[in-house]
Nanobody
């Protein structure tokens, strides 16, 4: 129901910045809560940041103060501005869209992921 495509990943030096984008199609974007997750090799996929339809945000402690999540419902896009990047931020970053219907049934969709590598 929702097709998500991430972009903006790449190689960056420690302390540098990177901006990830997620483009959505095929649904009513404004009804979905959105989020960024990441998965390092050999690790589970962890939450990075989320943003509700109304714009309420929350962040993992490890990125708080360094990353900023935002969304543009008109453009059906979501971004993750990453500053002061650390090698520990190296991971595949995934865009997520989630909605809950009237029966409190949750539907989640994922993008293909984009690689972020922080290294000197």
């Amino acid at each position: 129901q929702v097709h998500l495509v991430e972009s903006g990943g790449g190689l960056v030096q420690p302390g540098g910045s990177l901006r990830l984008s997620c483009a959505a199609s095929g649904s009513i974007f404004s009804l979905y809560a959105m989020g960024w997750y990441r998965r390092a090799p050999g690790k589970q996929r962890d939450l990075v940041a989320t943003i509700t339809s109304g714009g309420t945000t929350n962040y993992a402690d490890s990125v708080k103060g360094r990353f900023t999540i935002s969304r543009d419902n008109a453009k059906k896009t979501m971004t993750l501005q990453m500053n002061s990047l650390k090698p520990e931020d190296t991971a595949v970053y995934y865009c997520n869209a989630k909605r809950t219907n009237a029966n409190h049934e949750t539907f989640a969709y994922w993008g293909q992921g984009t690689q972020v590598t922080v290294s000197s």
